[in-house]
T-cell receptor, first 114, second 108 residues
C-alpha cells in the first residue's frame, strides 16, 4: 500500500478562487481526518469522518470550508472562495477503527493563496 | 478550549544533553495519548503511545494523571532527533487532536 495519498502536493491560487484538495486513505481504514498546519497554531483538526460520515466539523474555520467523503476511498476538502490567510499545509490522515489505533498521514498539500 | 498544550515552540539542546518535551492535556475521560514526530521532508508519523509503555529511539513518555502530563524524554539527545514533535490525544469517538508542536533542535 502506498499509504495515504494527497493531491496536489502544491497549489498556488489567487484570492477568490475555489480550491479542492484530495485524499485517498489507506484501504480498510475507518477514520479519516483533515488537519491544517501553520507555524502559529500547529496542527489543527478541521473535520473527521468515521465510516464516511462526518462526525465533528467544529474545527472548520468558516463556511468557506467544506469537506466530503463520498466513499471509503476518497475525500475532498474545498475552500470557496479562498483567502490569503488560508495559506497553510493541509494534511489528511486515516486510521483503522479503535481508540488506540495509529493514524497514518499523507505528505500534505502546501496551499498558497496570493 | 486547548485540550493538548505544548508550552515550548522551540527547544534547543546540545548533542548528548537530556531532552524533555513537555505536554499537558485536559480531558475528563481516560486519556489515550501519543507522541508523533515529523522529520524534515518526511511524513508525520507515530513515535510512541502511552498504552504501550515502550521506548522508541531512546524516547520514553510517562502518563502522569495527577499532573495531567505526558512529557517526552530522552537521556542523551542525538543530532538525528532534530524534528517537530507533536503530542496527541484521542477523545471519545476516535477524535485525534494535537498540540501546537515543539521543534527540537540538537546542536553538535
Amino acid at each position: 500500500d502506498a499509504g495515504v495519498i494527497q493531491s496536489p502536493r502544491h497549489e498556488v491560487t489567487e484570492m477568490g478562487q475555489e480550491v479542492t484538495l484530495r485524499c485517498k486513505p489507506i484501504s480498510g481504514h475507518n477514520s479519516l481526518f483533515w488537519y491544517r498546519q501553520t507555524m502559529m497554531r500547529g496542527l489543527e483538526l478541521l473535520i473527521y469522518f468515521n465510516n464516511n460520515v462526518p462526525i465533528d466539523d467544529s474545527g472548520m474555520p468558516e463556511d468557506r470550508f467544506s469537506a466530503k467523503m463520498p466513499n471509503a476511498s476518497f475525500s475532498t476538502l474545498k475552500i470557496q472562495p479562498s483567502e490569503p490567510r488560508d495559506s497553510a499545509v493541509y494534511f489528511c490522515a486515516s486510521s483503522p477503527a479503535g481508540l488506540r489505533a495509529e493514524a497514518f498521514f499523507g505528505q500534505g498539500t502546501r496551499l498558497t493563496v496570493v | 478550549a486547548q485540550r493538548v498544550t505544548q508550552p515550548e515552540k522551540l527547544l534547543s539542546v546540545f548533542k548528548g544533553a537530556p531532552v524533555e518535551l513537555k505536554c499537558n492535556y485536559s480531558y475528563s475521560g481516560s486519556p489515550e495519548l501519543f507522541w508523533y514526530v515529523q522529520y524534515s521532508r518526511q511524513r508525520l508519523q507515530l513515535l510512541l503511545r502511552h498504552i504501550s509503555r515502550e521506548s522508541i529511539k531512546g524516547f520514553t513518555a510517562d502518563l502522569n494523571k495527577g499532573e495531567t502530563s505526558f512529557h517526552l524524554k530522552k537521556p542523551f539527545a542525538q543530532e538525528e532527533d532534530s524534528a517537530m514533535y507533536y503530542c496527541a490525544l484521542v477523545e471519545y469517538g476516535n477524535k485525534l487532536v494535537f498540540g501546537a508542536g515543539t521543534i527540537l533542535r540538537v546542536k553538535s
